[in-house]
């Protein structure tokens, strides 16, 4: 049974939530990086301002989730900053966050979605190929010293 999740966009009130999902799994297995700092503390002119995206997930007015788009060019976004809390992954949020992102993208006619991840992180890598992703090559001035896998989802 699919647990009852509100996927809303980015809403002023809970960048905190944003901000410390992000960094709970930044530093539960990597360290943060001076990218994710700026990109985390400035959402708002590094995200949404360049034509991106934020969405939070709510559960009984509770955030869960939450993930971005940052636009890369016209149809082509990263699907980015992609956190669930810790005591409540594996029960199903991740997978209606893919389902709702592959829709939005899909629904705005892009052409395709473009994810950076660390084979460390198993479950997400799992999830991603799931939903479609391919592994494709990983340029050498990947913006994250942490990412060893690029990923891409052609939509049609």
């Known amino acids: 049974m699919e647990i009852e999740l509100q996927i809303l966009p980015y809403q ?8 410390t999902l992000n960094l709970d799994w930044l530093e539960e297995y990597f360290e ?7 990109i985390l503390e400035d959402c ?10 934020i969405f939070f997930v709510l559960q009984e007015a509770v955030v869960v989730g939450t993930f971005a788009f940052m636009k890369i060019e016209n149809g082509v976004y990263e699907l980015s900053k992609m956190a669930v809390p810790k005591n409540l992954r594996g029960v199903g949020i991740g997978n209606q966050m893919m389902a ?6 899909e629904q705005h006619h892009w052409q395709k979605l473009l994810l950076y991840s660390n084979t460390k992180l198993k479950n997400s ?22 990412g060893n896998i690029k990923m891409e989802l052609i939509l049609d």
């Open 12 to 19: 002023p009130k809970y960048k905190n939530d944003f901000v």
């Open 32 to 38: 943060v990086e001076p990218y994710d700092k700026k």
């Open 44 to 53: 708002e002119n590094q995200i949404l301002a360049k034509g991106g995206h």
């Open 100 to 105: 709702f992102s592959i829709r939005f993208a």
């Open 125 to 146: 890598i799992h999830l991603y190929r799931k939903y479609g992703y391919v592994e494709i090559p990983l340029e050498s001035n990947a913006p994250y010293q942490r």
